[in-house]
């Protein structure tokens, strides 16, 4: 086929966050010429997320922190965690790697400190960078491995997701990957054989510097903010679709030896989620409205695989404050759902799966007054926020039945919940949900407060989502697969475009980490065959 190009690589990437600067930096180093596009400035979800890095088995961090943990115990909880997300081959592996992958990212400049946060929380304040940031500590899983904190978060005010990105995307060009930004991905280009060669793109490059910079703008704040205000997003998408229409050119890139596809997921694509995961709409989407789903969708296209499409990853956090680890989630029936004390996104699922997405938090006097005094010293700004929100939410009563009348749950059955609940706190009986001893109180003090943690839209106390699932990769290679279970030539995904590590079950840090797993992956056999073929070294 006679195709004119524009531009020419060894390996082009699709998406220029985590995963691809990841793929990129194996890439380079392996000796291939790299180019990546990205329909933004880059970062893409990673930028705007929190940044935790999930990475254990006895981390330089970890062992600065006093932290005692080995690959052993890490592979245990994972194995409970992600099931059969990956094969077990891959877990191992992805374990075995954890410790030099912080030494990987270390060196090329993500800042990590190990100060270690004394309580459990969704993400520390700025006084720490070493946490729990999955369910290690919760009942079920502390009978299985011994837990430790593996939440590693880059050093950085805020939401850390920029502290990660930014020194992987600045290593990647200072070894000469080049960035198109501002260049959206429209059609892989196939030879007469399927094998994937190339990219039909569209790019601002050539428009002029006013229009590069008011799309940039309008592309970041779509980003974050427009994240917690989606009617906000909608308006400034449309005007940034006009100025792409208005201004963009066409242009066709080609790649010898790999296109890898690592656009992110599509939480961002309200069609998708109807059609794959119908009962997730009352959350709302954390990443750029570039997580559409285009990226999986080249790949079908072009006959690729999907798989897992229907796991999403929802999260009510209901900490800080540490103290409602000790509250009861219930439902519309009044019987609880879940271990408190698990990651929040245990407890968004629980709430989708067995009650519509509604749930209310049960705590008594004593602990909303505990919770109260902890706000201040354990809260960052957006999670005060989010307190605030939920606070709103709240009725009291002087019982338990009247409580739940004012909430519009049964009395009877919170009535019995919090009867066996107390009655084995008493006894020194294990939790009837399996929380664990440390985490379990008693509500025994008047008034009783309900909090309505339902997974619906709120603009002060939102749950977050993300999804999972995407192109079924072999998970050796990283290229991508069709129905038949073969690879397709030239094609490989890494990140949320793909079926990944955390695809079943997805505790913070464990995206990000296997960003950097499957880029790396894909960049280190991409670049052996580029190497292969030419003779470079």
């Known amino acids: 086929m006679s195709v004119t190009w524009d531009a020419t690589t060894d390996v082009l990437i699709v998406g220029f966050g985590v995963a691809g600067a990841a793929t990129a930096l194996e890439a380079v180093a392996g000796g291939a010429e790299v180019l990546a596009v990205d329909r933004s400035s880059g970062g893409g979800a990673s930028a705007i997320s929190g940044g935790i890095f999930y990475a254990g088995g006895g981390t330089s961090v970890q062992r600065d922190a006093g932290v005692d943990d ?44 190990a100060s270690l946060c004394p309580y459990k929380t969704s993400y520390p304040n700025n006084k720490y960078y070493l946490y729990y940031s999955g369910s290690e500590a919760a009942g079920e899983f502390r009978a299985v491995a011994k837990p430790a904190p593996r939440g590693h978060r ?23 990957v080049q960035l198109y930004q501002q260049t959206k991905a429209n059609k892989l ?68 030896h790999g296109v890898v596809l690592s656009a992110g997921g599509f939480a961002g694509n309200r069609k998708m989620l109807h059609t794959h ?57 009044g019987t609880r759902m879940v271990d408190e004390s698990r990651y929040g996104a245990a407890l968004g699922s629980a709430m989708v799966k067995n009650s519509g997405g509604e749930g209310w938090l049960l705590a008594d006097a004593d602990l ?126 890494a990140g949320r475009t793909a079926v990944g590590v955390c695809s079943n079950s997805y505790v913070s840090g464990l995206s990000l980490a296997d960003c950097v797993f499957s880029g790396r992956r894909a960049g280190t056999h991409i670049a052996a065959l580029a190497t292969a073929t030419t003779g470079k070294a």
């Not at 499409?309 to 404050?321: G, Q």
């Not at 084995?424 to 294990?430: C, H, L, Q, R, V």
């Not at 309505?452 to 697969?481: H, W």
Request: a neutral charge; proline letters at 7%.
């Open 70 to 113: 080995s690959p052993e115990e890490m592979l245990k909880y994972l194995q409970k965690e992600v099931g059969d997300a990956v094969s077990a081959e891959t877990l191992q592996r992805f374990v075995d790697a954890s410790p030099e992958t912080i030494e990987w990212l270390i060196g090329h400049g993500v800042p990590f400190e």
């Open 154 to 176: 880059p050093k950085g005010k805020g939401t850390s997701g920029k502290k990660l990105y930014a020194p992987l995307a600045k290593s990647a060009q200072d070894k000469g």
């Open 189 to 256: 280009i196939v030879d007469e054989d399927g094998g994937v060669i190339g990219l039909e793109c569209t790019t601002l490059r050539d428009a002029s510097a006013s229009v590069r910079r008011r799309h940039a703008v309008l592309c970041a704040l779509s980003g974050k903010p427009g994240v917690y205000s989606p009617p906000t997003r909608n308006a400034l998408d449309r005007i940034i679709a006009r100025i792409e229409k208005k201004h963009a050119r066409p242009i066709r890139i080609r790649a010898r």
């Open 277 to 333: 995961a119908p009962d997730y709409s009352g959350g709302i989407a954390l990443g750029t409205s570039g997580d559409d789903g285009a990226g999986i969708n080249l790949g079908v296209e072009v006959g690729a695989h999907t798989d897992k499409l229907d796991k999403v990853s929802a999260w009510r956090f209901i900490v800080p404050p540490s103290a409602f680890l000790g509250s009861l989630l219930v439902g519309r029936d």
């Open 368 to 493: 909303v007054r505990e919770a109260k005094s902890q706000v201040g010293s354990q809260s960052m700004w957006f999670q005060r926020v989010q307190m605030t929100g939920m606070m709103r939410t709240a009725v009291t009563g002087s019982t338990l039945a009247e409580v739940a009348r004012k909430a519009g749950i049964d009395p009877a059955g919170l009535e019995a919940t919090v009867a066996a609940h107390n009655a084995a706190a008493a006894a020194g009986e294990p939790d009837p949900m399996g929380k664990y001893q440390d985490f379990v109180r008693p509500a025994l003090t008047a008034p009783f407060t309900l909090y309505d943690v339902s997974v619906k839209p709120s603009m002060m106390n939102p749950c977050p989502m993300i999804t999972l699932g995407g192109l079924v990769v072999d998970e050796t290679t990283g290229a991508v697969q069709n129905s038949d279970g073969k690879d397709i030539p030239g094609l490989y995904s």
